[in-house]
């Protein structure tokens, strides 16, 4: 899992310098967005089944595959610019969130 790109590619969206993307880019990180997703979820999940099952940290791992889950079967509440920017952001956020997951269930 490529965290260093995952992270980059939710910085543009998120970042407090990010500049709104085109629309063209803006499909183009959405598509990048999902599938990091679509990779960090299969990886948080192993990591997270390496541990106790009453593990608190593994615990919130999971719960974040599931909204991570969620927001995969989303799209944005209209075809405008910013609601599909509000979109792509909500995925980056999660993939930060998977990253952060997937970090913290490494073993030391």
Same mark, same amino acid.
């Given at each position: 899992?490529?965290?260093?790109?995952?992270?980059?590619?939710?910085?543009?969206?998120?970042?407090?310098?990010?500049?709104?993307?085109?629309?063209?880019?803006?499909?183009?990180?959405?598509?990048?967005?999902?599938?990091?997703?679509?990779?960090?979820?299969?990886?948080?999940?192993?990591?997270?089944?390496?541990?106790?099952?009453?593990?608190?940290?593994? &615990?919130?791992?999971?719960?974040?595959?599931?909204?991570?889950?969620?927001?995969?079967?989303?799209?944005?509440?209209?075809?405008?610019?910013? &609601?599909?920017?509000?979109? &792509?952001?909500?995925? &980056?956020?999660?993939?930060?969130?998977?990253?952060?997951?997937?970090?913290?269930?490494?073993?030391?």
């Amino acid at each position: 899992m490529d965290v260093e790109t995952m992270r980059a590619t939710a910085r543009r969206l998120l970042a407090d310098t990010a500049e709104p993307p085109s629309p063209e880019d803006l499909e183009t990180l959405t598509l990048q967005l999902r599938g990091h997703i679509m990779v960090a979820i299969p990886e948080v999940e192993a990591a997270r089944h390496r541990l106790p099952k009453d593990d608190i940290p593994g &615990a919130c791992a999971l719960a974040c595959v599931g909204e991570a889950r969620l927001r995969l079967g989303t799209t944005p509440h209209n075809d405008t610019l910013p &609601a599909r920017i509000a979109h &792509a952001q909500r995925l &980056a956020r999660i993939v930060n969130a998977l990253c952060d997951h997937h970090e913290n269930l490494r073993p030391d």
